[in-house]
């Protein structure tokens, strides 16, 4: 029987797909599904700050360098990456909860983690002593042609419970 669904979401086609069969599967065994997203400590992928100018989450960036003018101040850019990240794992977590609640989800919560992401997804499944973890097979890293992403592999290794990765 399965009681809690741990779903991992980084705003990927893959990932938002999961979302869908996540939701499907906690509506059929009525459990309680836990979407999870972890809040990445490092430069911005490229593809994240896309989905944010996209989303009209931040102003798009210039494509060409830009001085700023003579007194003005700007933000440094890790200032900026962290609310940027922020923002993206809340739009990321709203999404991936509206797309599971769509399927039928009744009982579902969010969490926004931080560190590398399949320790963090390993521990949080401990925790909150996940029974499946759905994901999307690939996200958003840099190397997402490979045909098993590194998060989703160590995901298989290393998860407490079984692991259902998406296409």
Do not use: F
């Not at 593809?47 to 931040?58: G, Q, S, T, Y």
């Not at 850019?77 to 990321?92: Q, T």
């Amino acid at each position: 029987m399965m009681r809690t669904i741990l779903l991992a979401a980084d705003g990927s086609d893959p990932a938002r797909r999961a979302a869908k069969w996540a939701g499907d599967l906690a509506a059929k065994y009525d459990a309680e599904l836990v979407i999870a997203h972890v809040l990445v400590n490092r430069k911005i992928p490229e593809a994240l700050r896309r989905m944010a100018e996209i989303e009209h989450l931040v102003e798009p960036q210039p494509r060409v360098r830009v001085e700023p003018a003579v007194g003005l101040q700007l933000a440094p850019v890790e200032d900026v990456d962290a609310r940027l990240i922020a923002l993206l794992g809340e739009k990321i977590l709203q999404d991936a909860e509206m797309l599971a609640r769509e399927q039928g989800a009744k009982r579902v919560r969010s969490l926004a983690l931080e560190g590398e992401p399949a320790e963090a997804l390993v521990a949080c499944a401990s925790q909150i002593d996940a029974d499946l973890v759905v994901m999307g097979r690939r996200g958003l890293g840099e190397l997402g042609a490979l045909l098993l992403g590194s998060v989703s592999h160590k995901m298989i290794q290393l998860a407490p419970c079984p692991v259902l990765t998406v296409k």
